[in-house]
Nanobody, 124 residues
Framework: QVQLVESGGGLVQAGGSLRLSCAAS????????MGWFRQAPGKEREFVAATRWQNRSTYYADSVKGRFTISRDAAKNTVYLQMNSLKPEDTAVYYC?????????????????WGQGTQVTVSS
């Protein structure tokens, strides 16, 4: 089992920045990939960014490329999502996810464990 706890969400004006954190605990040595997803009201959960735990490769949705950065601190078992130049359309609940099977990183089906989510609201 892997437990994930997100933090760092909040209310920010358009153009502002936020940094989300996801602290992993439990059997973290089994983790291959870590990802961030988001879900806006009435919409499906969508991929935002991911990183492979061993080689630090990163992947981004087109909608956030150049604005968001995913990073990790292996010593702290923590993954971060730095979000800059935020837009109202970035408003959503953001979820951290962990994959222990080495699957694809860009779909929800590729992850075994999920955090409880943190709300990000961007005002215009």
């Amino acid at each position: 089992q892997v437990q994930l706890v997100e933090s760092g969400g909040g209310l920010v004006q358009a153009g502002g920045s936020l940094r989300l954190s996801c602290a992993a605990s439990g059997r973290t040595f089994t983790v291959y990939n870590m990802g961030w997803f988001r879900q806006a009201p009435g919409k499906e959960r969508e991929f935002v960014a991911a990183t492979r735990w061993q080689n630090r490769s990163t992947y981004y949705a087109d909608s956030v490329k150049g604005r968001f950065t995913i990073s990790r601190d292996a010593a702290k078992n923590t993954v971060y999502l730095q979000m800059n130049s935020l837009k109202p359309e970035d408003t959503a609940v953001y979820y951290c996810a962990a994959d222990t099977g080495g699957r694809t990183v860009v779909t929800v089906l590729g992850y075994d464990y999920w955090g409880q989510g943190t709300q990000v609201t961007v005002s215009s």
